[in-house]
DNA sequence: GTGAGCTTTTAACAATCTTTAACAGTTCTT
DNA sequence: AAGAACTGTTAAAGATTGTTAAAAGCTCAC
């Protein structure tokens, strides 16, 4: 099997080399560089699979680097090291593709996890295991036709009710992150879009609700939940 | 049952004894050793859940014992508290098996984090078996759609009532450990926190009290327990 | 370009969930 | 026995979510 390879942009020389040293003991293939232009200057020779990037850096800042390398490769998953916690700084991260983000100063467990959840994401994007068709007690749902059946009948769902749905069907009774969710179909998470997903459950609920035993639960403060008993 | 068994190798005796203090405030169960030795010795007969580790110690050093530890228990989290910075050594760390390390001087408030954030990590791995039906006297309460049935009456609880009532269940006819439900829970064990956990067992006990062989206790100054007879 | 028909967002208000406050009662400590 | 700490309970305040409808955006044929 093979190991993955990740690309590490951070100019603190400690926190880099840790880092690197963090990442191959527990078995990935780290390349570390100082700074953003450094970096870039491996990735277009070299193929990576995942990126975490210091957004202040000298030379080529994070953000930067996170947007050449998406005019290169729109797929590869960028983790944003940012000492701030600013929101600002954050929403500009996602702007740039991120697909998550790391306030310092954060443990070694953190960093893991943060890791690990990315490629399992990317892994199950990639792999195909991303379904075609998912089973909703009796209802099946077509993610790419944004197709809802029900016995003989057939709903043409719109693609905001199709993308949160899909995320929904993914995460079959386990809470979807009310954040994730937000971040991933409506890329910034602020309150309007919040409630415009609420909007969306609802409209999701009046679709499912000819099978009782479908349902979508709210998991208050947290998220939702699609649940089928 | 419940709460977190820690073992802390300090030789340094004024540290060891505040950190150990420390934890116990914050509700761990924490037992501290003056050297690599002892702590070896009480880990062999002893079930631990974390270990905190000093790497400068005399008799055995904390990498020593990490790797020792790890011949027994390739699981267990592993933080190693050291005085330098130097890479090398946070290296050797991480090559003997750490999750995580803290740079003298720290603090408290670090420290605590770092546990936490391996715990939270270690519970979410552990959470795995759980029951999908509780029968509770002629109730039956079903974490995942949580409802509440007696009879012929379903009762839909909320998140919070849900998970609550589904760690008496786990632990029927035991003591549920005030701190330990507060944290996995709450996250946050305050007073606040502890004070609503109060109101959510009056809730409880008004949907429970049908059937009177079904009880949550009060057990002073230690939790709950939800017993049967 | 423009308007019909669709999708999405924003607004508004209702309902629900969680926390905080307040006070009464209990158990422990000294 | 009296004070301190802990628990029981109810109600309020605060925050989040449910729902519907109107406003704003978008697309595409004309």
Not at 8 to 29: F, H, P, Q, T
Not at 44 to 65: A, E
Not at 105 to 125: G, H
Request: proline share 2%; hydrophobic share 40%; net charge neutral.
């Amino acid at each position: 099997m093979q190991k993955i390879k990740i690309l590490l942009a951070e100019d603190d020389e400690n926190l880099g080399m840790l880092l690197r040293e963090y990442l191959i003991v527990k078995s990935y293939d780290a390349d570390w560089f100082i700074n953003g232009e450094k970096a870039y200057k491996s990735f277009i020779k070299t193929h990576y699979d995942l990126c975490i990037l210091d957004v202040m850096m000298p030379v080529k800042d994070g953000y930067t680097l996170a947007k050449e390398i998406r005019l290169t490769n729109a797929e590869i998953p960028i983790i944003f090291l940012t000492a701030k916690s600013l929101k600002e700084d954050i929403i500009e991260g996602f702007k740039a593709g991120a697909d998550d983000y790391i306030c310092k100063p954060f443990s070694m467990e953190e960093l893991l996890f943060r890791v690990e959840a990315v490629i399992r994401r990317t892994r199950k994007d990639a792999a195909g295991i991303q379904q075609s068709e998912y089973k909703i007690g009796d209802y099946v749902f077509s993610p790419n036709t944004q197709l809802l059946r029900y016995g003989n009948t057939e709903h043409k769902l719109t693609t905001k009710e199709s993308d949160l749905l899909k995320l929904l069907c993914a995460n079959k009774n386990m809470i979807l992150d009310r954040n994730f969710a937000l971040k991933t179909i409506w890329v910034d998470d602020n309150y309007f879009n919040a409630r415009s997903m609420d909007v969306y459950i609802a409209k999701l609920r009046k679709y499912l609700k000819e099978d009782p035993r479908v349902q979508i639960i709210n998991v208050h403060g947290k998220g939702f939940k699609l649940i089928e008993s």
